[in-house]
């Protein structure tokens, strides 16, 4: 949630910041100004009223206590009206508050000065690319037949017993899912991350902390006799654990990494690209979150995109880096860099993970705050990124490592799976 301060402060800025990202309301940010001005105005009259009230309070009791009844009884018969409009006044203030409240979360956050102008995925920026593209054998095949011939993930098991995008996993698959997931906890461990093991589903207010509610709704499967959301990523349980904490200045940087099942409507998706395990329901995934000083959080994002692509590395993966468009961002970053694989079979680019800088969108609605070097406290930056989400990275080492003698697995996940082919 951005700050209605710097709103007020920077409003050319914000209203060109906006368009970078495309935003289809840029009146919201007027109306958020107004409605600010409409608190103070109402805030600073409430305080009269009550300043009159105890000051005839204080007045009242000192006549009283002189004696002189007459005189207090005839302040206190105009300390009723008082009442009467300090109630009123505290009614409309708290019905500003919250309609400012309702604007201000429809606005997204702000993209970061180095986010391309753009609307489509097409308009994002190639900052790299690295590893050559493989050359299969002929005959070679995608990663949902490759699924079939070796019997590793069964499709249509999984729609019979909840429904598409939910697929099985068997055997060396089964396997190969659990290698990746420990091998990319441990390489989060080298790199200074605590793990934790969190709940799977989320309460409103933890949705609406990290920005996806109001915003995801339809991307999230609700239990409404509970009330509670299905986790979209662990991002969500992750960060919240800090929500309505102060942390002291010499904690940070927080680093936490953890291991989930995500859970995903993916409404109106369908077509060829959603094959197999290209778009799912339901997936697993490995999560980095940081909290840090402002100073030092887009060096962390640079930290965190290359851990990410020393995974990709040691998996032997092609890889390309982008950095998205404002039009192609989420509501709640300022910054994302995404990962894509080579799909040597499908012959396209799969998006594997997903690197965001958040500045203080999300910590402005956590209260997430540290105390700096003057002892004052300031919000924080937070970051998450996926080290790495298992569907496509399981679809692209299946059609990419493909041989006439089966499918070999990388070298580095060998004491993982304990198993060099499948075949």
């Known amino acids: 949630m951005l700050q209605v301060s710097y709103i007020r402060d920077n409003r050319e800025q914000v209203l060109e910041r906006l368009a970078v990202k495309n935003f289809k309301q840029p009146e919201l940010v007027d109306e958020v100004i107004g409605l600010d001005d409409k608190r103070r105005q109402t805030q600073t009259q409430l305080d009269n009223v009550s300043a009159q009230s105890n000051a005839a309070a204080k007045q009242i009791g000192e ?30 203030l708290g019905a500003v508050e919250q309609e400012l409240q309702d604007k201000i979360v429809l606005l997204p956050n702000l993209p970061h000065a180095s986010v391309p102008k753009g609307i489509t995925p097409e308009e994002n920026e190639v900052v790299l690319e ?23 993930i069964d499709f249509e098991l999984g729609v019979k017993i909840t429904g598409a995008g939910f697929p099985v996993y068997k055997g060396k698959g089964a396997k190969l899912q659990r290698a990746l997931i420990a091998f990319f906890l441990d390489e989060a461990e080298k790199a200074g ?14 949705g609406f902390g990290t920005g996806q509610l109001p915003d995801k709704e339809g991307q999230m499967y609700f239990v409404g006799q509970d009330n509670l959301y299905l986790i979209p990523t662990a991002e969500v349980p992750i960060t919240n654990l800090y929500r309505d904490v102060i942390l002291k200045g010499d904690e940070l940087p927080v680093r936490n990494t953890g291991y989930t099942p995500c859970f995903r409507r993916e409404a109106g998706s369908y077509g060829a690209h959603v094959r197999g395990l290209n778009r799912l329901h339901q997936f697993d ?22 851990h990410v692509q020393g995974l990709l590395q040691k998996l032997g993966l092609p890889y390309r880096v982008l950095r998205l468009c404002g039009g192609d961002m989420s509501f709640t970053a300022a910054l994302t860099y995404d990962m894509e694989t080579w799909s040597a079979a499908q012959g396209r680019w799969l998006e594997v993970s997903s690197v965001s800088n958040f500045e203080t969108f999300q910590s402005n609605r956590l209260k997430l705050r540290f105390r700096n070097a003057e002892g004052k406290t300031q919000l924080a930056h937070t970051l998450n990124g996926s080290a790495l989400a298992l569907p496509r990275i399981v679809a692209t080492l299946l059609e990419n490592n493909q041989t006439e003698n089966g499918i070999k697995i990388p070298e580095v996940l060998v004491p993982y799976t304990r198993f060099e082919w499948i075949d």
């Open 63 to 92: 006549l009283m206590r002189n004696g002189k009844k007459e005189e207090a009884e005839a302040i206190k018969a105009n300390t009723g009206k008082w009442k009467e409009e300090g109630k009123q006044l505290s009614e409309l």
């Open 130 to 152: 690295h590893g050559a593209i493989p050359a299969l054998p002929t005959g070679s095949l995608p990663h949902w037949e490759l699924a079939t011939k070796y019997n590793l």
């Open 193 to 206: 991350y605590e793990e934790v093991m969190l709940p799977l589903m989320v309460n409103e207010a933890s």
């Open 285 to 306: 995934k490995v999560e980095l979150v940081q909290v840090v000083h402002p100073d030092t959080s887009y060096d962390v994002l640079e930290q965190m995109s290359a």
